[in-house]
């Protein structure tokens, strides 16, 4: 079984673009884990264009209440600035069961590509060290194809997050076995070295099956963009019932 982790910017986004309190990220938050979902994903940015640091707090605690994963994703070098403490403090406060490194730029749109182990594993691993020190599972965005995933290991982490945007778009052009073959090859470097593999990023209904198919032991998927907009026309409860099945279905 694969774990669906909903992630919740989309929602915050929606929120921050009228001001006041709705739609509520907390009350999301509770109805994706009463449909099954298994965990909340947020990605609180420098300039809190979406998820705050009060969401990460309260989702933390509702986690922590429902005893279900929390997993925060940021760039763990990111400075500190008015409003934004930094991820390593975020996460020493709210102390989530998963932080996924990622190495965007402040400005960056969304997640586009994985970390480079030559430039920036050295840096990595006394980071990594410390959110480990705080109780957190410790997993590392990287690109499909990258033949140093392994690196990743080596500088600490407990899994890798596969950046899956490459495989959507070649699945939605009708052509995504060369995709999913450099997904499932990159998996098996990871997990030979010991890393357990995670995935997001364009996954939705049409393609998640596909991709949990041909790659083996994917241990969750974290899913915003699309369920929520989903959600737009089945519901939010019913969407990520529809999520769940997916992920949790034998193979």
Same mark, same amino acid.
């Given at each position: 079984?694969?774990?669906?982790s909903?992630?919740?910017?989309?929602?915050?986004?929606?929120?921050?673009?009228?001001?006041g309190?709705?739609?509520?990220?907390?009350?999301a938050?509770?109805t994706?884990?009463?449909a099954? +979902?298994?965990?909340?994903?947020?990605? %609180?940015?420098?300039?809190?264009?979406?998820?705050?640091?009060?969401?990460?707090?309260?989702?933390?605690?509702?986690?922590r209440?429902?005893g279900?994963?929390?997993?925060i994703?940021?760039?763990?070098?990111? %400075?500190?600035r008015?409003?934004?403490?930094?991820?390593?403090?975020?996460?020493?406060?709210? &102390?989530? +069961?998963?932080?996924?490194?990622?190495p965007d730029?402040?400005?960056?749109?969304?997640?586009?590509?994985?970390?480079?182990f030559?430039?920036?594993?050295? +840096?990595?691993?006394p980071?990594i060290?410390?959110?480990? &020190?705080?109780?957190c &599972?410790?997993?590392?965005?990287?690109?499909?194809?990258d033949?140093?995933?392994?690196?990743?290991? +080596?500088?600490?982490a407990?899994r890798?997050?596969?950046y899956?945007?490459?495989y959507?778009?070649?699945?939605?052009?009708?052509?995504?076995?060369?995709?999913?073959?450099?997904?499932?090859?990159?998996a098996?470097?990871?997990?030979?070295?010991?890393?357990?593999?995670n995935?997001g990023?364009d996954?939705?209904?049409?393609?998640l %099956?596909?991709?949990?198919?041909a790659?083996?032991?994917?241990?969750?998927?974290?899913?915003?963009?699309?369920l929520?907009?989903?959600?737009l026309?089945?519901?939010?409860?019913?969407t990520?019932?529809a999520?769940?099945?997916?992920?949790?279905?034998?193979?």
């Amino acid at each position: 079984m694969t774990a669906l982790s909903v992630n919740l910017n989309k929602v915050a986004v929606l929120r921050n673009s009228r001001g006041g309190h709705e739609p509520d990220v907390v009350r999301a938050g509770r109805t994706c884990l009463d449909a099954g +979902a298994d965990g909340l994903t947020v990605h %609180p940015r420098p300039d809190a264009r979406h998820i705050r640091t009060d969401d990460v707090e309260a989702l933390g605690a509702l986690c922590r209440q429902r005893g279900m994963e929390f997993n925060i994703e940021g760039n763990p070098f990111a %400075p500190p600035r008015p409003g934004y403490p930094g991820l390593l403090a975020l996460c020493s406060a709210v &102390r989530p +069961a998963q932080v996924t490194l990622v190495p965007d730029s402040d400005g960056q749109l969304t997640s586009d590509h994985g970390f480079d182990f030559a430039r920036d594993g050295a +840096a990595l691993r006394p980071l990594i060290e410390a959110f480990k &020190r705080l109780g957190c &599972r410790v997993s590392v965005f990287v690109d499909v194809g990258d033949p140093a995933v392994a690196q990743a290991a +080596a500088c600490g982490a407990d899994r890798v997050e596969l950046y899956t945007g490459p495989y959507a778009q070649a699945f939605a052009s009708g052509s995504p076995e060369a995709a999913l073959a450099a997904a499932a090859q990159t998996a098996r470097l990871a997990q030979a070295a010991g890393l357990g593999v995670n995935a997001g990023h364009d996954l939705n209904q049409a393609n998640l %099956p596909a991709f949990l198919d041909a790659v083996p032991g994917v241990l969750e998927v974290s899913i915003g963009h699309a369920l929520i907009g989903d959600a737009l026309y089945a519901g939010l409860e019913a969407t990520v019932r529809a999520y769940c099945a997916i992920a949790h279905a034998k193979r």
